[in-house]
């Protein structure tokens, strides 16, 4: 009797789940490889799926437009704007581009006059214009002069771009505050104000800001990247990743979308996405080569391993703007970079890593750059460092800001005061930068757990009394280090002098000449910062006798133990090193 064959075992089987989403995602596949029938195919389906949805309608009329059939793709955007939805105004711009593309002047015309007067953000008025020129140039007569909705309110939104491009981020958020409590419906403003935010390190209320234009516009492709990043950064990480799975699905047609889509997702650490959107733009501008999207391409490739291509990337980068020393840095950190001593660039920004500035500053001994002190991305570095850094970034950005001593930088200061959280010592370094830059009013501080006002024109130390010798001492050392000691130690050397007389108090030593004891806490505080120097060095400066400086130095060791303290500073360092 034969026996019968065990049956073979079944094949897992996945399910396809067929959806526009599945559609969409065919669609983009297609327009990647420059496929344009099978997108439209793709495209078609989506709509088929999802017939309510204007915006697999509008991704149609697009490869229509790009196919060249243009009064197909308008037929669509006109059944968008009567059934679906009247309030995408944009799609009257594309309608104008597609009349003129068919050399229907007349009909160009009158969409784009109602494009002007219906669209309330002017997201393509700089285009929409230029094409009225074309218009003008075809016709050969005057235009219909159209009532420019965007324009109204254009100008105080273009100040606030501005101001963020120069990073003055509180004044910028004072200006879109106003501009939204009058015009609430103004979605490019509230983006805006939720880069500021965010700029200035205020991740909740940037969020916030953002979920409001969404609710308004639940499509907006700037609001969604904003968001997903806002969520990343600050322990949003499950909704931040819904996010990016529906930006996953999206393929702007427009350059300036696409690359804020392509930032986007290399920021929340999608490089394969962003490399994608990066090479496409690379293709269709190509004519424009851009020394910053040569790097943010390159830092794509550098994170997914294609290292030699970044590398060329750099390399044409560093050839277009050689005086930036961004592509040069990568490249001499190329060897780094391919055996594993130097992770890729995390940043999607165009400018040395904030750290490599920092230390480059701090070397060179010199004032802060003016390009440091005005790039509104280096200047976000610093209030995001501020907030969010390490106690020793904090202390770095509070002595850069004592070069930098804007409004922008005294307004971050005093907040910072304000935190319980931060550090007593942070806080007086930071009142002590305060009071150098000029704000000399009463500063409110949270020290020791407690709010407490400082008064006007006082630092934030404890002086025992008001003695004009004991300040007299202050001003003659400060009068001298003040371009030859950072921020940190002209304040430790302040410090050092009220901790001697709250010690002594209320047998204060009498002071005679008061630049032999600022040359000793010259001296004392130039050792605590290993910084070279004799008594005979200190005494020349100030004009006394090198005994002198010796005498005043031996009393204030003698009150404050400073060479005990700092023996035990150089043991700690000794015992962290090993």
């Not at 596949?29 to 495209?43: E, G, I, N, T, V």
């Given at each position: 009797m034969r026996k019968k064959n065990k049956a073979a075992p079944r094949a897992k089987i996945i399910p396809i789940q067929l959806d526009a989403a599945f559609f969409y995602e065919r669609a983009v596949r297609s327009l990647d490889r420059f496929r344009y029938d099978k997108a439209l195919r793709y495209f078609r389906k989506a709509v088929e799926y999802e017939p309510d949805n204007p915006v697999n309608h509008c991704n149609m009329a697009g490869i229509l437009s790009e196919m060249g059939n243009y009064e197909e793709s308008n037929n669509i955007l006109k059944k968008v704007l009567d059934e679906l939805d009247p309030s995408m105004t944009e799609c009257w711009f594309y309608m104008a581009n597609n009349y003129a593309n068919m050399e229907m002047y007349e009909a160009a015309e009158e969409a784009l006059v109602q494009y002007l007067e219906e669209d309330a953000d002017g997201q393509f008025l700089e285009e929409a214009e230029e094409m009225m020129d074309l218009l003008h140039y075809e016709l050969d007569r005057p235009l219909k002069q159209p009532v420019v909705k965007a324009r109204g309110r254009l100008h105080d939104h273009e100040r606030a771009r501005q101001l963020l491009e120069e990073g003055k981020f509180v004044e910028a958020v004072k200006l879109l505050k106003t501009i939204i409590e009058e015009q609430p419906e103004f979605l490019a403003a509230r983006n805006n104000l939720a880069l500021a935010y965010y700029y200035m390190g205020l991740f909740d209320q940037a969020a916030d800001t953002v979920r409001d234009v969404l609710k308004m516009d639940a499509g907006n492709l700037h609001a969604l990247c904003n968001l997903a990043i806002f969520r990343m950064h600050n322990g949003g990480r499950e909704e931040a990743l819904a996010i990016v799975g529906a930006l996953r699905k999206m393929v702007p047609m427009q350059p300036e979308l696409a690359f804020k889509l392509a930032t986007t997702m290399g920021?929340?650490?999608?490089?394969?996405?962003?490399?994608?959107?990066?090479?496409?733009?690379?293709?269709?501008?190509?004519?424009?080569?851009?020394?910053?999207?040569?790097?943010?391409?390159?830092?794509?490739?550098?994170?997914?391993?294609?290292?030699?291509?970044?590398?060329?990337?750099?390399?044409?980068?560093?050839?277009?703007?050689?005086?930036?020393?961004?592509?040069?840095?990568?490249?001499?950190?190329?060897?780094?970079?391919?055996?594993?001593?130097?992770?890729?660039?995390?940043?999607?920004?165009?400018?040395?890593?904030?750290?490599?500035?920092?230390?480059?500053?701090?070397?060179?001994?010199?004032?802060?750059?003016?390009?440091?002190?005005?790039?509104?991305?280096?200047?976000?570095?610093?209030?995001?460092?501020?907030?969010h850094g390490d106690r020793r970034m904090k202390l770095q950005v509070i002595q850069a800001f004592s070069l930098v001593g804007d409004d922008e930088v005294k307004e971050a200061l005093r907040e910072f005061l304000r935190l319980p959280e931060e550090d007593d010592m942070l806080k007086r370094v930071a009142v002590f930068v305060l009071r150098g830059i000029g704000d000399n009013g009463p500063i409110e501080a949270v020290l020791g757990g407690e709010r407490v006002v400082i008064e006007a024109n006082r630092m934030p130390v404890r002086m025992p009394a008001a003695n004009a010798r004991w300040q007299a001492v202050i001003e003659a050392a400060m009068q001298r280090i003040k371009n030859r000691f950072d921020a940190v130690q002209q304040h430790d050397l302040l410090t050092l002098w009220a901790e001697f007389l709250q010690r002594l108090y209320p047998e204060t030593p009498v002071i005679r000449k008061a630049e032999g004891w600022a040359a000793a806490l010259e001296y004392l505080t130039a050792k605590m910062h290993r910084k070279g120097i004799t008594f005979e060095e200190a005494a020349m400066r100030y004009g006394v006798s090198a005994a002198t400086v010796c005498k005043h130095v031996r009393r204030i060791d003698e009150v404050c133990g400073i060479r005990d303290r700092m023996k035990a500073a150089h043991m700690q360092g000794e015992a962290e090193g090993d």
């Amino acid at each position: 009797m034969r026996k019968k064959n065990k049956a073979a075992p079944r094949a897992k089987i996945i399910p396809i789940q067929l959806d526009a989403a599945f559609f969409y995602e065919r669609a983009v596949r297609s327009l990647d490889r420059f496929r344009y029938d099978k997108a439209l195919r793709y495209f078609r389906k989506a709509v088929e799926y999802e017939p309510d949805n204007p915006v697999n309608h509008c991704n149609m009329a697009g490869i229509l437009s790009e196919m060249g059939n243009y009064e197909e793709s308008n037929n669509i955007l006109k059944k968008v704007l009567d059934e679906l939805d009247p309030s995408m105004t944009e799609c009257w711009f594309y309608m104008a581009n597609n009349y003129a593309n068919m050399e229907m002047y007349e009909a160009a015309e009158e969409a784009l006059v109602q494009y002007l007067e219906e669209d309330a953000d002017g997201q393509f008025l700089e285009e929409a214009e230029e094409m009225m020129d074309l218009l003008h140039y075809e016709l050969d007569r005057p235009l219909k002069q159209p009532v420019v909705k965007a324009r109204g309110r254009l100008h105080d939104h273009e100040r606030a771009r501005q101001l963020l491009e120069e990073g003055k981020f509180v004044e910028a958020v004072k200006l879109l505050k106003t501009i939204i409590e009058e015009q609430p419906e103004f979605l490019a403003a509230r983006n805006n104000l939720a880069l500021a935010y965010y700029y200035m390190g205020l991740f909740d209320q940037a969020a916030d800001t953002v979920r409001d234009v969404l609710k308004m516009d639940a499509g907006n492709l700037h609001a969604l990247c904003n968001l997903a990043i806002f969520r990343m950064h600050n322990g949003g990480r499950e909704e931040a990743l819904a996010i990016v799975g529906a930006l996953r699905k999206m393929v702007p047609m427009q350059p300036e979308l696409a690359f804020k889509l392509a930032t986007t997702m290399g920021i929340l650490g999608e490089h394969e996405a962003a490399y994608g959107h990066f090479r496409r733009l690379l293709r269709e501008l190509s004519g424009h080569r851009d020394p910053c999207l040569l790097h943010y391409t390159a830092v794509a490739a550098s994170n997914i391993g294609r290292l030699d291509e970044a590398a060329w990337l750099w390399k044409e980068a560093a050839l277009l703007d050689p005086e930036a020393g961004v592509a040069e840095y990568y490249l001499q950190h190329l060897d780094d970079l391919k055996s594993g001593r130097m992770s890729p660039p995390s940043s999607y920004h165009y400018h040395l890593p904030f750290e490599e500035q920092l230390r480059r500053w701090e070397g060179s001994g010199d004032e802060l750059p003016e390009r440091m002190k005005r790039d509104p991305l280096v200047r976000s570095s610093f209030f995001w460092a501020l907030r969010h850094g390490d106690r020793r970034m904090k202390l770095q950005v509070i002595q850069a800001f004592s070069l930098v001593g804007d409004d922008e930088v005294k307004e971050a200061l005093r907040e910072f005061l304000r935190l319980p959280e931060e550090d007593d010592m942070l806080k007086r370094v930071a009142v002590f930068v305060l009071r150098g830059i000029g704000d000399n009013g009463p500063i409110e501080a949270v020290l020791g757990g407690e709010r407490v006002v400082i008064e006007a024109n006082r630092m934030p130390v404890r002086m025992p009394a008001a003695n004009a010798r004991w300040q007299a001492v202050i001003e003659a050392a400060m009068q001298r280090i003040k371009n030859r000691f950072d921020a940190v130690q002209q304040h430790d050397l302040l410090t050092l002098w009220a901790e001697f007389l709250q010690r002594l108090y209320p047998e204060t030593p009498v002071i005679r000449k008061a630049e032999g004891w600022a040359a000793a806490l010259e001296y004392l505080t130039a050792k605590m910062h290993r910084k070279g120097i004799t008594f005979e060095e200190a005494a020349m400066r100030y004009g006394v006798s090198a005994a002198t400086v010796c005498k005043h130095v031996r009393r204030i060791d003698e009150v404050c133990g400073i060479r005990d303290r700092m023996k035990a500073a150089h043991m700690q360092g000794e015992a962290e090193g090993d």
